[in-house]
């Protein structure tokens, strides 16, 4: 549940929600000042904004998976001839219409009408695609790469979201980069057939992160970039999917930054790929599908949503299968890391009674400890709601953060913890929910999302902290409060909200509850 889709709004470089492809025609120029370059073998035609940014958009990154290459790793992208155009994003993949559904229900909770976000309908199998936005250079100096892997529960979402468009972020003097891959059972089901792959399977979308990595680094001086300096950074699913990559033997080396948002996974929370492999037998078999063959002759229509047509629950995410992702003991040792977590994760989706609450909350804690835990100081004068809430952010969201910022820190790297704080005015209902800090990095915030000078003022403060961390490893820089390197055992995070700066965690002594029960 914690990792549902995160919040989309409007476009940055439009005036208009467009969730199926768009680009506002006040964006471009004419098409003889149209930027070029050549890239994966071929000639790309993008689009000059009018901050002077350059954009390249629906770049393909490797081959369409569909027919054999469904559920087989990513293969490399088969070179087009001529000029290609690069103005317009591509499909989506395959999902159903649950980030649409959920942004209606935000809109809805700040008093907008939920029928002016349309459903997504540019969406495919063919789908493996990359955006690129990189501001113009001084001098011959290479600008650091931030890629951004998008949430959506490893089922829902894609790359051009609006609150997802890099242009302004790009204005920071980085290269933006946000990629599409592939999710839900095309993505993250373990195949159990014959002929399925000569390697073990349900990894495809983390396959699909690392072959646009690679694309990125290899193509890097094309659009300005310097491969030695990548940082990957999302948020919800797509911050669980970096970790995993920070477990990864085969994305050794290929980043050099990391910064998740809402989305650690803590120790045990992969699962192995003889478990994942259990849960898609029964799937397949529940489907009456008996061969990699017929499951791959069926339309991609009839796969987005097997886990609910089956009644099967699984969890699609990354597994520890001994290739893609390595055991939970092993992680890089050459990678610096931001992470983190918003105030109130969980509240918008805590319901019931006092006591399902209150159950729910406390579900991830021993049974021999709920009750001192209740009688904690921090949970004087809160609703069940209120307890529930900072029980599950705490289990679900901080607490793996923190042990992710020690375990970088205990590897010699840098690491930075912190707490996005700032809740919006007319937010009451839901706090500072989950992905609530996404349009302050990407200063992309919608016409329905009240935003005053306050909220101005902490993106600016929040992208210049991302992008001082992609140049340098160093959020810090000129006139910004001091954000201090994380130590394990020191109870400080770093608050992102109405105050910014070094602050108590609160949330301690719940991790530490978790951390005696491990």
Sequence with gaps: MWQRAQLITALAIGTVACLSGCLDSKSRFSADTAPTMVAGGETLVGVKLESGISAY??????AAP???LRWRPAEPHVVRQGSIDTSHYGPACPQSQGNPEWYRMVAEGFGHDAAAIPDLTNMDEDCLYLNIWTPSREGSAALPIMIWVHGGSNVNGWAYEPNYIGARLAGQGVVVVSINYRMGSLGFLPVPFEGAGDMPSGNYGISDIIAAVQWVRDNSAAFGGDSDNITLFGESAGAADIYALLKSPQADG?????????????PGDMPSFDIAQARAKEMFSKANITSVEAARALPWQDLVDLHNATGVDYYHGPVVDGYWVNDTERFHDDVDVIVGSNLNEMLMYIGGSDA???AEGLADYPVDIRSSLLALPMFENRSAQEIADVLSTASQFHCPSRRIADMAAGRGKDSFLYRFTRKRVGADA?????????????????????TNADDRKLTATMMAYWSNFARSGNPNGLGLPEWPVHAPGQNVVQELGDHVGATDDFMAPLCDALNGSN
């Design 57 to 62: 958009l629906g770049v393909p990154y490797a």
């Design 66 to 68: 569909v027919g054999d």
């Design 254 to 266: 290929i980043f050099r930054r990391a910064i998740l948002e809402s989305g650690a996974l803590g």
């Design 356 to 358: 399902e609450m209150l």
């Design 430 to 450: 839901y706090g500072v929910y989950h992905g609530a800090e996404i349009p302050y990095v990407f200063d992309t915030h919608d016409d329905w999302l009240p």
